[in-house]
């Protein structure tokens, strides 16, 4: 397949798709759903152990930022954003019901 069909279907121009390619530069977030879809696999696959590592994939899977998954689960974007990296042991039960009950969707 060529360059342009793969940036036709991806929604993106023939020269990012062949900087991806060198590994000059890696794909946006935005990009990474159509490019599952495509590859019909993951190219970054990770195992997801911990409650951060879950939430990080999920997001990344679908493209979203970290603000557009908090307003959907209905948490602070910065709660979030700890969650990701584990920096936030302390966790209101509250917090962790949300979360856990979006995921589990």
Same mark, same amino acid.
């Given at each position: 397949m060529?360059?342009?069909?793969?940036?036709?279907?991806?929604?993106?121009?023939?020269?990012?798709?062949?900087?991806?390619?060198?590994?000059r530069?890696?794909?946006?977030l #935005?990009?990474?759903?159509r490019?599952?879809?495509?590859l019909? %696999?993951?190219?970054?696959?990770?195992?997801?152990?911990t409650?951060?590592?879950?939430?990080?994939? %999920? #997001?990344?899977?679908?493209?979203?930022?970290q603000?557009?998954?908090?307003?959907?689960?209905?948490?602070?974007?910065?709660?979030?954003? #700890?969650?990701?990296?584990?920096?936030?042991?302390?966790?209101?039960?509250?917090?962790?019901?949300?979360?856990?009950? %979006?995921?589990s969707?």
């Amino acid at each position: 397949m060529l360059q342009r069909d793969v940036a036709a279907i991806v929604g993106c121009d023939t020269t990012t798709v062949h900087n991806w390619e060198k590994g000059r530069t890696r794909p946006p977030l #935005r990009f990474l759903p159509r490019i599952i879809r495509f590859l019909e %696999y993951d190219p970054f696959p990770s195992e997801a152990e911990t409650l951060g590592e879950q939430l990080l994939k %999920y #997001r990344r899977d679908r493209g979203m930022t970290q603000k557009e998954l908090a307003r959907r689960i209905r948490i602070d974007p910065g709660t979030l954003s #700890r969650l990701e990296r584990s920096k936030d042991s302390k966790v209101f039960r509250t917090v962790l019901q949300k979360v856990q009950s %979006y995921l589990s969707r």
